[in-house]
């Protein structure tokens, strides 16, 4: 838990510094008309309805940044942290098994040298930092 809020600060604001250079380019609408996300908007705004708040926001970072024409930063400390398995999970390792060892017992020191799941809540903290995660989100 403690982890996943210290990623959360420690990943969004790359994130969130990327997007408003490109904000500028674009002032009219968030997201470029051609982008995956102006797509279904263009048709709004050639009915001359201006971006509708009520419009989703976008659910992955990683898709805004994917093919259009600029790049996103890996979070390099969360790269070193995280890794994807064969069917595109995001696994971590288990916090404490570094000191103080000797009080836990063999099954406890087992259980937490084992790579675990990241949370589903987590996800988007996780490929926030690291666009270019191959992540399949239906994954267990
Ligand atoms: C995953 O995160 C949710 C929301 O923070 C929490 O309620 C749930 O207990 C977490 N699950 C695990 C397995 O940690």
């Known amino acids: ?22 904000r500028q380019a674009h ?7 051609n982008s995956f996300f102006g797509a279904p908007l263009a048709v709004a705004a050639a009915g001359a309805a201006a971006l509708s708040p009520a419009a989703p926001l ?13 790049k996103m930063k890996t979070h390099k400390a969360s790269a070193k942290r995280f890794r994807v398995t064969g069917t595109g999970k995001i696994v971590r390792r288990c916090a404490g098994k570094q000191h103080l060892l000797s009080k836990k017992n063999a099954k406890r020191r087992k259980r937490l040298s084992k790579t675990v799941q990241v949370n589903k809540s987590d996800y988007s903290n996780v490929m926030g930092a690291l666009p270019y995660l191959k992540v399949n989100k239906k994954a267990g």
């Not at 976008?58 to 600029?70: D, E, I, M």
């Open 58 to 70: 976008p659910r992955s970072l990683a898709v805004v940044a994917a093919g259009k024409g600029y």
């Open 1 to 22: 838990m403690a982890m996943s809020l210290s990623l959360a600060r420690l990943a969004l604001p790359p994130v969130l510094q990327a997007l408003p250079g490109r």
């Open 27 to 33: 002032s009219a609408l968030a997201f470029p008309a």
